[in-house]
Nanobody, 123 residues
Framework: QVQLVESGGGLVQAGGSLRLSCAAS????????MGWFRQAPGKERDFVAA????????YYADSVKGRFTISRDNAKNTVYLQMNSLKPEDTAVYYC????????????????WGQGTQVTVSS
């Protein structure tokens, strides 16, 4: 069992940056691939980024590639999402998620979810 708690969301102007954190409790955090997803009002939850168990492999949605960076610190049981050059269309609730073994891009591949953190980008 893994419990996930996101933090770091907020209001930022377009072009600004935010760093999201997701702290995991429970054992064997390093056994879980981790992902970030986001959901805007009235829309489906979409994949943003994922990182492998060791942190050596990362995956991104085309819409954030080159602007967002996912990373993890297994010693701290934490996964991060550094978001730069933010755009109004990045406004959403951001969720971190975990699944055993391999990273994935689909919502239904993940077993554990945080409660979400709101990111609002003003124009």
């Amino acid at each position: 069992q893994v419990q996930l708690v996101e933090s770091g969301g907020g209001l930022v102007q377009a072009g600004g940056s935010l760093r999201l954190s997701c702290a995991a409790s429970g054992r064997t955090f390093s056994s879980y691939a981790m992902g970030w997803f986001r959901q805007a009002p009235g829309k489906e939850r979409d994949f943003v980024a994922a990182v492998s168990r060791s942190g050596s492999n990362t995956y991104y949605a085309d819409s954030v590639k080159g602007r967002f960076t996912i990373s993890r610190d297994n010693a701290k049981n934490t996964v991060y999402l550094q978001m730069n050059s933010l755009k109004p269309e990045d406004t959403a609730v951001y969720y971190c998620a975990g699944r055993p073994m391999l990273a994935g891009r689909e919502v239904n591949e993940y077993d554990y979810w945080g409660q979400g953190t709101q990111v609002t980008v003003s124009s």
